[in-house]
């Protein structure tokens, strides 16, 4: 028979392994020789560059804990396919890891890219621009959403509608409510009535 006793101290024994692999893991994702009176907080290596907060202001350093781009913003995410988005004085652009600013810091707020796009609004104004910073869906929405599943959701004077990644629109703008693309098909509401569409319009499901 088993030893009960046996039993728990071959369970301990799993439980702290698995947890000292996780922590040596998690170790692994942060950077080295950081000096935790400098900063006040410290997040994992993103794409080779760690964000860093130091004075309520935002930076990146290596791996080794090397400042690479200086302590001065008031906002930053990490790093995603070689950009970050970042605000300076009230406006938002993307640097580079260089710390280049590869898209101005001209708009009132930018969202992290999803799709390839990034939302923008300027004003009370919401679009979409690409990594280069060109202009794929106007800004002149009054609402809108990030991509999801390639889709772009917009409202304007109270109608909703979806683009593409591209810039195309592909769902007219006629529902009064909506949401995001999920397994192919949005559902929308049209005259009261809830149905789902496809990526083209088309009524798939529950058609009035």
Same mark, same amino acid.
């Given at each position: ?46 794409? !080779?560059?760690?964000? %860093? @907060?130091?004075?309520?202001? +935002? &930076? =990146?350093?290596?791996?080794? $804990? /090397?400042? #690479? *781009? ?45 799709? !390839?796009?990034?939302? %923008? @609004?300027?004003?009370?104004? +919401? &679009? =979409?621009?690409?990594?280069? $910073? /060109?202009? #794929? *869906? ?45 397994? !192919?098909?949005?559902? %929308? @509401? ?10 083209? $319009? ?7």
């Amino acid at each position: 028979m088993f030893n009960p006793k046996m039993i728990f101290s071959l369970i301990l024994l799993f439980c702290l392994s698995a947890f000292s692999l996780f922590a040596q893991e998690t170790d692994s994702l942060m950077p080295k020789n950081i000096d935790p009176l400098v900063y006040n907080k410290v997040y994992p290596i993103q794409e !080779g560059l760690a964000r %860093v @907060k130091k004075g309520g202001l +935002y &930076g =990146f350093v290596n791996p080794d $804990g /090397k400042e #690479i *781009i200086a302590t001065n913003y008031d906002k930053a995410s990490d790093f995603q396919k070689g950009i970050a988005r970042v605000a300076l004085h009230g406006k938002y652009g993307f640097i580079n890891t260089e710390g280049k600013a590869v898209i101005p810091l001209t708009y009132d707020k930018a969202w992290s890219f999803s799709g !390839g796009l990034a939302m %923008v @609004k300027q004003g009370e104004k +919401y &679009g =979409f621009i690409d990594s280069l $910073g /060109k202009t #794929i *869906i106007p800004l002149e929405y009054e609402q809108a959403q990030s991509v999801s599943e390639g889709m772009a959701m917009v409202k304007l004077s109270g109608k909703i509608g979806f683009f593409d990644t591209k810039g195309d629109l592909k769902v007219p703008l006629i529902y009064d409510e909506a949401w995001p693309f999920a397994s !192919g098909k949005a559902w %929308v @509401k049209k005259d009261s009535k809830w149905f789902y569409v496809d990526k083209n $319009g088309n009524c798939v499901e529950d058609c009035p």
